[in-house]
């Protein structure tokens, strides 16, 4: 009993005393490492790694950081659980995730709460940001991607779009902000649906698509329904051009989809192809690392995601808590990632370019504007 | 004989005990918010399996579609705070309201369904509720989900921090459980288990089968509507996925691993199967394929349940002593 | 008219796929009367043992086949040993009857299949396996104005023949035989001298064989091989098997087409959001008409 008042009065003088008694600053890190949507989770977790050991590698402060994983499986229950545990932590000062939307969202009542700052690399729930000033995100949301795409469709001539996009909060928004562009500047929607994710026949759909003879279709779409679709509308002998977002962007795409991937447009944030120097290193470091061709979208965002942080943590230190932290990260201006220059609004929304993009040859190339 | 009906109410007394006083006490000198959220979670699922148990334990109907009216509940809960501004005191009772309404509605057509068909009646009907919920996005904002900004509030105090949040949830779980223990121990509770045993039978006895049958489910969406409510309110934010069709197999083996028609097998399911992948998070990715090879093995080893109906019984049968005596080692009557 | 014809089409296709699915989930179903939760994993370990066999020695089609058809008897096999006899070791009428004993199957069912699935996703990771192209079965075929692919041709023969086979098993052969026996009345079979025990393992190997070959065939069609792929067609096949009335296999057939059906049409007027639930909706609407089943056969009640 003495001791654990001795070891108790210990940690509160610790915790108490000045900061640079913290030997290591910690960074809890959310994400799916199992169950449905683990192939993302791992990626964010290798994007993650990598960041990592290049920052405590770079000696850009004296004190080494750590990033804590915890598997939240996209699932609601889990994610609040992590959120109470690393909000319990006293060393861990920002946290990073979830994948999705809804675990982002669930998980940031919790953050708001205990005051945690939060950084999500792909969460897109038009409301995720404004639950509170602690919660930040750095993928374009649909919101400045539905316009974009929108505009670039009318440019080319198209007059009449059908939309198809998951039944999901982001599909929501890929649907709706693309839908009041292409109204505004005068097109017209012929179609619009959503389909569940995971549906593996998308032959109904397509074929009630062709129906209306659209002159193009914007699809919202992750890589593996993408996949399927585009499989399936050669199948069908459908041959209206493509449209996609960035989400899609990836090359399992036009590995599961073959020959069938030809000519499919998307706009992305991150192209591996782009010759500046840090987007090469990452893709270096992605290949070593993983084996794998080239990274796609989700884990270049991760990268971006842990490198903001990594440098709110340096502009904060040594003075590194979790309000210094956030209010480092609310700061972020022009900072250059791999998937474009990231500044937070007074939101704490990205601005972020867009990069025009087709298949060609099995392979993404950008398109000059 | 006196002897024996102390004993069970001091069983009673120190769970009481142990869920007000010590385990607040633990938890509080521990430290964690972490800890108190997955108590929370863990008696929410005990309340849902706890109501499983009573129509798929006690009355013997194989339910595939619980967590629907789980889902029923949160969002009328859910929905009544945000839209209407209701207090946490009035959307928790609408919410078992709700759910119970729906079950009612969705009884009638099938209650004439016997065993498997019964349970893809029932697998169908959660599926078509958590489509409702999905996608009918005027109503229920479908898959934005809905966020609850005030949390947990009692005549104006703000309880939505776990060790307060705990309280509360320990309290209307401690209530329904007892409630259900007192409807499953009783001449209704032993109805219902006939209709388990051989509703034919039952049916010639003079018992209203479907009344039954249809008052049995009800009851069960009631307590896992108001389940739901807890859930909202103590999350602050659900969603369709928080509902699915694996969220009702998960509370189904909740109820079968701990022990088909026994009510504290039940609970200690739920408990087994909430705190164990928590607990076996620090061993990585394979914690899932471990809770599922402790699955297995609980079923393997003890194919009745980890607190199965038959020593639930006894003790029971402990407390009526005398009138089901067990004669030379061979038990007459109840099994 | 064009498009009223290919949305049937597809409904048909789409039907055939679940059609395959249901026929090994009911003969397992009709000789236990226990869910065999784990049918799904089986269909989904048929598939990846497919791939598996396709990307290391690159054999013609049929072979593939033939050989994920053996590791689907294995598996099955393995599973009736592991999930199933055990919960056979009390031979008392007590627990005979018992309910507890019907669903602790089940669940043993499930947990089997959570470990299945949980292992090949540790093994494989969760995403879509890349199928090498020219093993998908889906090169369009030109039929009356129709489009359809080579693999509804395959599944659609396959169906035929599984159907065949089985009848023909159940009716001219003696294993065929003794395994109506056994779904019948067990405890009768066993008096009658019929070795149960190996009658149930026969009928395990044969329903996953199917259950093996309908993974494999399914995935080379969409060319989508991932760890939770059987849940799904699981389900479907459950629901197809009930609704055809549990003792019978043509009628699990019939129903799985009338989903299909049902699904792909649901969609020509509403929402593809909504098609599950004019499914669904049917099936109640089934149960309620016919409570034992569009072909059922008045089982007698435990």
């Not at chain 1, 840090?278 to 080239?294: I, R, S």
């Not at chain 2, 148990?53 to 629907?68: I, K, M, Q």
């Not at chain 2, 006895?205 to 739901?228: C, H, P, Q, Y």
Request: hydrophobic share 50%; with cysteine.
């Amino acid at each position: 009993m003495k001791r654990n008042i001795l070891l108790a009065a210990a940690i509160a003088v610790g915790l108490g005393g000045p900061a640079y008694a913290q030997q290591t600053i910690k960074i809890g890190y959310q994400l799916p490492l199992t169950g449905n949507t683990a192939q993302y989770g791992q990626d964010f977790k290798n994007a993650a790694e990598i960041a990592l050991e290049k920052f405590n590698k770079s000696g850009k402060i004296p004190a080494k950081v750590e990033i804590v994983y915890e598997d939240s499986r996209s699932d609601a229950k889990e994610g609040v659980a992590i959120a109470r545990k690393f909000v319990d932590d006293k060393d861990i000062v920002a946290v990073l995730g979830d994948f999705t939307s809804t675990v982002s969202m669930a998980s940031a009542q919790v953050y708001k709460s205990a005051g945690m700052p939060q950084l999500s690399q792909s969460a897109s729930h038009p409301d995720y940001a404004k639950i509170s000033e602690w919660q930040f995100r750095n993928i374009t949301t649909q919101a400045q991607e539905g316009p974009y795409n929108a505009d670039w469709m009318l440019s080319k001539g198209y007059k009449k779009i059908a939309v198809i996009s998951e039944q999901s909060d982001w599909g929501q928004t890929v649907v709706s902000n693309f839908v009041d562009e292409v109204k505004a500047k005068g097109g017209e929607v012929v179609f619009s649906e959503y389909f569940n994710r995971g549906l593996a026949d998308f032959r109904p759909i397509i074929t009630k698509l062709a129906r209306t003879k659209p002159d193009a279709i914007y699809t919202g779409f992750f890589y593996e329904d993408g996949a399927q679709f585009l499989k399936q509308m050669k199948q069908l002998g459908v041959t209206i051009p493509v449209h996609s977002t960035s989400a899609a962007y990836n090359q399992k795409l036009i590995e599961l989809a073959g020959p069938d991937a030809e000519g499919v447009f998307l706009t992305a944030t991150f192209l591996p192809s782009n010759p500046a120097p840090h987007v090469q290193e990452f893709v270096k470091e992605w290949k070593a690392k993983t084996g794998q061709d080239e990274p796609g979208q989700f884990p270049a965002q991760a990268y971006d995601a842990v490198n903001i942080v990594l440098a709110a943590i340096t502009r904060a230190y040594p003075d590194v808590t979790r309000k210094s932290v956030r209010d480092e990260l609310a700061k972020t201006k022009d900072f250059p990632g791999v998937t474009g220059d990231t500044t937070f609004d007074a939101n704490r929304e990205p601005a972020k370019k867009l990069t025009k993009t087709i298949v060609k040859d099995g392979q993404f190339v950008a398109i000059e504007n | 004989m006196s002897d024996n009906r102390f004993s069970a109410s001091l069983i009673v007394a120190v769970l009481l005990v142990l869920l007000f006083a010590i385990v607040p006490l633990i938890l509080g000198w521990l430290g964690r918010s972490y800890l108190y959220q997955v108590a929370n979670i863990a008696m929410i699922f005990a309340l849902l399996a706890a109501s499983l148990h009573l129509v798929t334990g006690v009355a013997g109907l194989l339910h595939l579609g619980h967590a629907a009216f789980y889902g029923i509940g949160a969002y009328t809960a859910a929905l009544l705070a945000t839209e209407a501004g209701w207090p946490f005191l009035a959307t928790l009772p609408t919410a078992g309201i709700a759910a119970a309404f729906f079950a009612v509605l969705v009884a009638l057509p099938t209650m004439r369904l016997v065993s498997i068909y019964f349970a893809v009646a029932t697998l169908a009907i959660g599926q078509m509720i958590y489509l409702v919920l999905l996608n009918w996005v005027e109503v229920t904002k479908g898959p934005n989900g809905i966020l609850l900004f005030g949390g947990l509030e009692i005549f104006g105090y703000d309880l939505s921090a776990p060790h307060l949040a705990y309280f509360v949830v320990a309290m209307v779980t401690a209530v329904s459980i007892w409630i259900i223990h007192r409807l499953s121990h009783s001449y209704y509770g032993n109805a219902l288990r006939s209709l388990r045993e051989d509703d034919q039978c039952a049916d010639a006895l003079g018992i209203d089968t479907v009344r039954l049958k249809i008052e049995a489910f009800t009851l069960s969406a009631f307590f896992a509507g108001i389940a739901g409510g807890l859930w909202a309110h103590t999350t602050g934010y659900i969603s369709p996925p928080d509902f699915n069709f694996a969220t009702s197999i998960l509370i189904l083996a909740m109820v079968v691993v701990g022990g088909l028609g026994s009510l504290p097998g039940a609970l200690v399911g739920a408990l087994l199967l909430i705190l164990l992948p928590e607990a076996l998070r620090v061993i990585g990715d394979i914690r899932n394929i471990t809770v599922g090879i402790v699955m297995f093995l609980a079923i393997l080893l003890l194919p009745k349940g980890i607190i199965g109906e038959v020593s639930a019984l006894d003790l029971v049968r402990r407390q009526l002593a005398g009138a089901w005596k067990r004669v030379d080692g061979q038990g007459i009557g109840w099994r | 008219m064009d498009y009223w014809l290919q949305q049937l089409t597809i409904g048909l296709s789409l039907g055939m796929i679940y059609a395959l699915m249901a026929i090994g989930f009911t003969l397992i179903f009709g000789v236990l009367n226990v869910v065999n939760f784990a049918h799904g994993e089986v269909y989904t370990i048929g598939a990846f043992v497919g791939l598996l066999v396709i990307t290391a020695f690159a054999p013609p089609l049929i072979a593939v086949v033939v050989l994920v058809m053996a590791a689907g008897a294995f598996v099955g096999f393995g599973l009736e040993r592991i999930a199933f006899k055990p919960f056979r070791r009390f031979t008392d009428e007590a627990s005979l009857k018992s309910r507890a004993m019907r669903e602790s199957t089940l669940m043993s069912s499930l947990a089997f299949s959570i470990v299945a699935r949980e292992g090949l996703e540790i093994a494989y990771g969760s995403q879509y396996q890349t199928v090498p192209l020219d093993y998908l079965i889906n090169q369009p075929v030109d039929l009356f104005g129709v489009t359809i692919v080579v693999g509804d041709i395959i599944i659609f023969a396959l169906a035929v023949v599984m159907l065949v086979g089985l009848q023909f098993l159940l009716t001219r052969t003696r294993v065929g035989l003794s395994i109506r026996a056994v779904s019948n009345n067990p405890l009768g079979a066993k008096y009658v001298g019929i070795n149960t025990d190996r009658t149930i393992i026969t009928t395990f190997a044969i329903g996953s064989m199917m259950g093996a070959a309908a993974g494999l065939l399914v995935g080379l069609y969409y060319g989508a091989i991932f760890p939770s792929m059987g849940f799904i067609p699981g389900i479907k096949a459950f629901v197809a098997m009930v609704m055809g009335g549990l003792s019978s296999i043509p009628g699990a057939v019939i129903c799985a087409i009338i989903l299909g059906l049902s699904e792909s049409l649901a969609t020509a007027f509403v929402p593809s959001v909504w098609a599950d639930m004019v499914a669904y909706g049917f099936l109640i609407l089934t149960l309620v008409f016919f409570p034992q089943g569009l072909f059922g056969t008045g089982r007698e009640r435990v």
